[in-house]
T-cell receptor, first 115, second 111 residues
């Protein structure tokens, strides 16, 4: 079966541009997570959806970051007015249930480079 | 300060050697997971441990969860070049749903 897919895989943006990153979770998975991973570091939590509801956005670094999952499946992470410090790999993960500790399946990530 | 500290940060060993990676915290976790990540890919789950003192084995990999559920270790026996990758520990705290990751251990196994 298909895993979590993300697009684009690579994105180069000039500072100040807006970007949109897409995540297609595994079909039927209730929970969806976004993480940000700096080079050589572990991923850091950004936001969490249960179906279409965004239940936790405490990890979003600024109000330039916005995420949505309007129909409870595909999700988009949008970054407005990109800055160089936004350069990172953005990972999406999905989980079958909303229970704590259930296995999260990760996509390959989108590598964002802001020049 | 990282909530989950992993050590060592980098490890380069010869094929056939044994190694241990540590994951330590001052916080209690309800469960702890180990992932391996290869360049250009997302993390892939290796194991989940939930009970203090639990030991799980996956072929040549042995995972242990500390009695107090604050720390964990990953031991690899007779490492092979295919074990090369970034090893990440990650835990779930309290009522959270998201994972808190360690900083990772970059393992290189030389043939």
């Amino acid at each position: 079966g298909a895993g979590v897919s993300q697009s684009p895989r690579y994105k180069v943006a000039k500072r100040g541009q807006d970007v949109a990153l897409r995540c297609d979770p595994i079909s039927g998975h209730v929970s969806l997570f976004w993480y940000q991973q700096a080079l050589g570091q572990g991923p850091e939590f950004l936001t969490y959806f249960q179906n279409e509801a965004q239940l936790d956005k405490s990890g979003l670094p600024s109000d330039r970051f916005f995420a949505e999952r309007p129909e409870g499946s595909v999700s988009t992470l949008k970054i407005q007015r990109t800055q160089q410090e936004d350069s990172a790999v953005y990972l999406c993960a999905s989980s079958l249930t909303s229970g704590r500790g259930y296995e999260q399946y990760f996509g390959p990530g989108t590598r964002l480079t802001v020049t | 300060t990282q909530l989950l500290e992993q050590s060592p940060q980098f490890l380069s060993i010869q094929e056939g050697e044994n190694l241990t990676v540590y994951c330590n915290s001052s916080s209690v976790f309800s469960s702890l997971q180990w992932y391996r990540q290869e360049p250009g890919e997302g993390p892939v789950l290796l194991v989940t441990v939930v009970t203090g003192g639990e030991v799980k084995k996956l072929k040549r990999l042995t995972f242990q969860f500390g009695d107090a559920r604050k720390d964990s270790s990953l031991h690899i026996t007779a490492a092979q070049p295919g074990d090369t990758g970034l090893y990440l520990c990650a835990g779930v705290r309290g009522s959270a749903r998201q994972l808190t990751f360690g900083s990772g251990t970059q393992l290189t196994v030389l043939p």
